[in-house]
């Protein structure tokens, strides 16, 4: 939700991210309705990707620690890809052989290799194809990769520890940001925001956290409730900084691990109705991340209708009520995908292990 309210935000009001910055480097003009929309909930939507990262490898390490530490890596990449790759390739065709871009993909240089490097969760690794197609799509070939290489962090784990593990990767990141700065010619692997290396301690923080979780242990034994807070703030503040800018990612990681853990150790109570809305929404969240950014700005003009002439004073409500329609008929649509595609995808995965089993089984 938190990344559709951002991607909304954006195309309500498309400039509001953008500053004017005197030399060095503080903001020098900004208005207050800027500061206000900067400062709302949903400009923190930015950091869903960092979220997921940590959810993904906390769910991914946990079940890890559960299952004896042991792991099989045939099984492993059959359940994420049987998860991922038909919902996501089912979405992507429909994006690109849906429109008059049809005979771009299938008729040209550039558009094979566009939607070759989109099949192959490759895209992340180019400029050309880094935002084309779905913007969206970006995270989930990171995420692929952060799959295919967590191998590697068990194997770190094994020698080194998970906690100096997690150092390493956050001395990794921070080396790769600074050849980035200095050198920005070496291409979009050493990009601050975008290269594999910079991102992948933000999974092991998550993995770290699920190995705290594991042992009953607690990675902010006091004061979780002021890192919060002050993260929050934090990282909104740096936004307003050209230089600490840079920072906003390791700011914004530490403070959902804070927040995740306060999360997992609290009792929250909600109205039954309440959870179903809530869980409904959440099993669906994939189809929603897949389908939602192309077609939002669409929607939201299309509901432009809403904007009456004679209730001009109270335009500023109405473009904020066009999101109810537009969130409604991408959650429909989503929650279609998810049952007759993302399930049926997953379960015939599972029958697919279990006809191996049963195969391997006879020949024994």
Same mark, same amino acid.
């Given at each position: 939700?938190?990344?559709?309210?951002?991607?909304?935000? +954006?195309?309500?009001?498309?400039?509001?991210?953008?500053?004017?910055?005197?030399?060095?480097?503080?903001?020098?003009?900004?208005?207050?309705?800027?500061?206000?929309?900067? /400062?709302?909930?949903?400009?923190?939507?930015?950091?869903?990707?960092?979220?997921?990262?940590?959810?993904?490898? /906390?769910?991914?390490?946990?079940?890890?620690?559960?299952?004896?530490?042991?792991?099989?890596?045939?099984?492993?990449?059959?359940?994420?890809?049987?998860?991922?790759?038909?919902?996501?390739?089912?979405?992507?065709?429909?994006?690109? /052989?849906?429109?008059?871009?049809?005979?771009?993909?299938?008729?040209?240089?550039?558009?094979?290799?566009?939607?070759?490097?989109?099949?192959?969760?490759?895209?992340?690794?180019?400029?050309?194809?880094?935002?084309?197609?779905?913007?969206?799509?970006?995270?989930?070939?990171?995420?692929?990769?952060?799959?295919?290489?967590?191998?590697?962090?068990?194997?770190?784990?094994?020698?080194?520890?998970?906690?100096?593990?997690?150092?390493?990767?956050?001395?990794?990141?921070?080396?790769?940001?600074?050849?980035?700065?200095?050198?920005?010619?070496?291409?979009? +692997?050493?990009?601050?925001?975008?290269?594999?290396?910079?991102?992948?301690?933000?999974?092991?923080?998550?993995?770290?956290?699920?190995?705290?979780?594991?042992?009953?242990?607690?990675?902010?034994?006091?004061?979780?409730?002021?890192?919060?807070?002050?993260? /929050?703030?934090?990282?909104?503040?740096?936004?307003?900084?050209?230089?600490?800018?840079?920072?906003?990612?390791?700011?914004?990681?530490?403070?959902?691990?804070?927040?995740?853990?306060?999360?997992?150790?609290?009792?929250?109570?909600? *109205?039954?109705?309440?959870?179903?809305?809530?869980?409904?929404?959440?099993?669906?969240?994939?189809?929603?991340?897949?389908?939602?950014?192309?077609?939002?700005?669409? +929607?939201?003009?299309?509901?432009?209708?809403?904007?009456?002439?004679?209730?001009?004073?109270?335009?500023?409500?109405?473009?904020?009520?066009?999101?109810?329609?537009?969130?409604?008929?991408?959650?429909?649509?989503?929650?279609?995908?998810?049952?007759?595609? *993302?399930?049926?995808?997953?379960?015939?995965?599972?029958?697919?292990?279990?006809?191996?089993?049963?195969?391997?089984?006879?020949?024994?």
């Amino acid at each position: 939700l938190g990344v559709f309210f951002y991607h909304s935000q +954006l195309m309500l009001y498309p400039n509001f991210e953008i500053k004017d910055y005197s030399s060095n480097g503080i903001i020098i003009t900004t208005g207050f309705k800027s500061i206000l929309l900067n /400062f709302s909930p949903s400009a923190f939507g930015w950091t869903g990707v960092q979220l997921f990262l940590i959810i993904s490898g /906390f769910l991914i390490h946990l079940g890890y620690l559960y299952n004896n530490e042991n792991i099989k890596t045939s099984i492993f990449y059959s359940k994420r890809f049987w998860r991922i790759y038909p919902p996501y390739l089912f979405v992507l065709l429909f994006f690109c /052989f849906s429109t008059n871009a049809i005979g771009y993909f299938l008729f040209s240089k550039p558009g094979l290799y566009n939607l070759g490097s989109h099949l192959l969760f490759l895209h992340n690794l180019s400029d050309k194809t880094f935002y084309s197609i779905n913007p969206s799509f970006w995270s989930l070939a990171l995420e692929m990769q952060l799959y295919l290489i967590y191998p590697l962090l068990l194997f770190s784990r094994k020698k080194i520890g998970m906690r100096n593990t997690l150092i390493c990767l956050i001395a990794l990141s921070f080396l790769f940001l600074t050849i980035g700065i200095i050198f920005k010619d070496l291409g979009i +692997l050493f990009s601050f925001d975008r290269s594999v290396i910079k991102f992948w301690f933000i999974w092991g923080a998550g993995a770290f956290l699920a190995e705290k979780y594991f042992k009953g242990e607690k990675i902010f034994p006091k004061g979780t409730v002021y890192i919060i807070v002050f993260g /929050f703030v934090a990282t909104l503040l740096s936004k307003s900084l050209f230089y600490s800018s840079y920072l906003t990612v390791y700011l914004a990681t530490l403070t959902w691990i804070a927040f995740f853990e306060w999360f997992l150790i609290k009792e929250i109570v909600l *109205e039954k109705y309440v959870y179903k809305i809530i869980a409904t929404i959440g099993i669906c969240s994939y189809s929603i991340y897949l389908i939602h950014q192309p077609y939002l700005n669409d +929607l939201l003009r299309y509901f432009e209708i809403l904007n009456y002439k004679q209730l001009s004073q109270f335009y500023p409500i109405f473009k904020i009520l066009k999101l109810i329609p537009t969130f409604i008929i991408i959650f429909l649509i989503s929650y279609s995908l998810y049952l007759f595609i *993302e399930l049926p995808s997953v379960k015939l995965g599972n029958l697919i292990r279990k006809s191996k089993v049963l195969t391997n089984t006879t020949r024994k």
